[in-house]
């Protein structure tokens, strides 16, 4: 049973950091690409960033690039989403997701485990 279990949201000044934490649980997460989308109110979800199976290649959409990494740690199985320099445009709930397949990707349509999802706030 695939689980993916988000963390560290919350709310923060702008310019701030927050990291955020993603434990998965039901297979390894060495297995699959592990991405991360936001969405806000009315507005589609989004993906942020992403990181494929053997570290070397990550995606990251361009309104965090130079802001945001994305980085596991294979044996806690755990995918972190580091923060910085954050806008209020980056206030959304933010999701967990694990892709159906390696390599990395962005498309939604790749990914069909997602997390409960947790808050990030910029006031």
């Known amino acids: 049973h695939v689980q993916l279990v988000e963390s560290g949201g919350g709310t923060v000044q702008a310019g701030g950091s927050v990291r955020l934490s993603c434990g998965v649980s039901?297979?390894?997460?060495?297995?699959?690409?592990i991405g991360w989308f936001r969405q806000t109110p009315g507005r589609e979800r989004e993906a942020v960033a992403a990181?494929?199976?053997?570290?070397?290649?990550?995606y990251y959409a361009e309104t965090v690039k130079g802001r945001f990494t994305i980085s596991r740690d294979n044996a806690k199985n755990t995918v972190y989403l580091q923060m910085n320099s954050l806008k209020s445009e980056d206030t959304a709930v933010h999701y967990c997701?694990?892709?159906?397949?390696?390599?990395?990707?962005?498309?939604?349509?790749?990914?069909?485990?997602w997390g409960q999802g947790t808050q990030v706030t910029v006031s």
């Open positions: 997701v694990r892709a159906l397949r390696t390599g990395v990707t962005a498309n939604l349509a790749d990914f069909g485990y």
């Open positions: 990181i494929d199976t053997d570290d070397r290649a990550t």
């Open positions: 039901g297979y390894s997460s060495q297995d699959y690409c």
